[in-house]
């Protein structure tokens, strides 16, 4: 891998989508795949997956193509996701449950070790949608991302909260941010942030649905008028 | 509101972002706002924000500024959310239950009203996570698609299901597709997709902690050299 830190963004989400690639080959007892086949289930050139793979170093022998195994011990590797990250969660409101109870995250290597929430009525009762995890004093926020060293957060608090949060975040040690509040937040260089908000999401394709039909509409009008 | 499809879709992201905020100002009794304080709340330039909102209209007053009512009531149409839409669920595993809990969909019009499933077990019965809801069979998908005039759908099946349920869902009418399965679907033109990974953006975080940890130690090891 070159740190180089000059690697394209895509490039690097689509690593992942390689990844479940192979990991479904390897679940059909495969052993090797070309960078044509790969690039045909993943709707991809296969130029494409060369060029992306060749960022990170060489892999796979042309003729042959990639080892399963080899591959995707590789991009585990340079993910990051061959080892295990304690992740915390700040906010047990619906959202900050919501995603307490998704185990895609623990799949993947992301263990979800602490929850904070400032609200007392939470504050000492195990959360319903993931039982093993009690919620803490948002007091103790700092104390805990010390003491279990955790890189990485989610940060599921309402927008008003979410800078205050992000900033006390990365004072204590945080290194990468997933941040669930519809706000852009303000953080050192340093730091990696992720960004989603899905009722956006949900807004953004009732946007692109209301505008579809409206065209839709302008052409049948258009249409009616040039009949009569 | 011209429907010339022409509009950047970062622009139509922003007015997500501009409605959240002139919603914070409303709750604080606020009736105006500039550009100016707009932007710099968001941390975007005025000249921006007017140049995202003239895509879809004249709005504000030279020197007045914006009605908060007013621009939040034009931004709520623009965006398709001054309306309720049905949407429906597929996938009611760990991530469709964790979704269905979420309330800040509902808060923004978009009322979950059907959720499916191809599990035998979980047909028939409550989701635990939102009991108001029994999971149908995959197989009342297009009956209830049709009944219940449902334009969005929200696909939260595992990745080798995703594309067939995009099709079936699609092919009964569904307008707009919100895609948690790691896949690029294969989709007609006229149907609008959002596309989430959970666990794909945690791995870009973790991508980039790492990487970020190479690029510090790699410096490190360079200052401790040229010391010696």
Known sequence: MKPDGNIPAPAVRRLSLYLR????????????????????????????????????GQFGQAGVGYDITELTTNIRRILGTDRTWNVLLVGAGNLGSALSAYRGFAKRGFRLVAVFDSDKKKVGKPLLSN??????????????????????????????????IAHRLVKAGVKGLFNF????????????????????????LSFQVSMNQSIADAEKTRKKRRKK
């Open 21 to 56: 690639q192979l990991e479904l080959l390897w679940a059909d007892d495969r052993q090797k795949v070309s960078s044509k086949e790969l690039g045909a289930a993943l709707r991809l050139t296969d130029s494409q997956i060369r060029k992306d793979l060749a960022y990170f």
């Open 181 to 204: 509040a519809p706000v852009n937040l303000d953080i050192d260089a340093d730091v990696a942030v992720a960004s989603v908000d899905l009722a956006v999401q949900l807004e953004q």
């Open 131 to 164: 039982p093993e995890l009690v919620v803490q004093h948002i007091d103790m926020l700092e104390d805990e991302v010390k003491r279990r060293e955790i890189h990485l957060a989610i940060n599921a608090v309402p927008a008003e909260a979410a800078q205050q």
